[in-house]
């Protein structure tokens, strides 16, 4: 699956789901969840495969809420997930959209 498709899926995505995606990190990097236990490393078998921790789900679903006021396209999702995975913070342009509809 691709980080894009997976934006797609993100309502139906249960939140104890962590995603991993092969760098660099971009709309068409391959990627895969899996559900971990609080301790638990990165699986072996993701890691043979090129992947990379990403992001848990429920981190997204509270990236996600910068959007409460303007509904964003699939591509401003995914680039503030890459952005806020590669940065753990929210990038300019998210806060000048919102106020700019509001």
Excluded at 42 to 48: A, K, T, W
Aim: aromatic share 12%; glycine share 2%; net charge negative.
């Amino acid at each position: 699956m691709k980080l894009a498709e997976l934006v797609e899926l993100w309502p139906s995505l249960d939140e104890d789901l962590t995603i991993f995606a092969k760098r660099p990190w971009g709309p068409s990097s391959k990627c895969a969840t899996a559900r971990l236990e609080p301790a638990e490393k990165v699986p072996r078998h993701l890691l043979d495969t090129g992947l990379d921790y990403f992001l848990e789900v429920h981190v997204g679903n509270e990236v996600f809420e910068v959007f409460e006021k303007v509904p964003p396209t699939s591509n401003q999702k995914i680039e503030l997930l890459i952005y806020y995975a590669e940065n753990d913070a929210f990038p300019d342009w998210v806060y000048e959209q919102n106020t700019d509809r509001i």
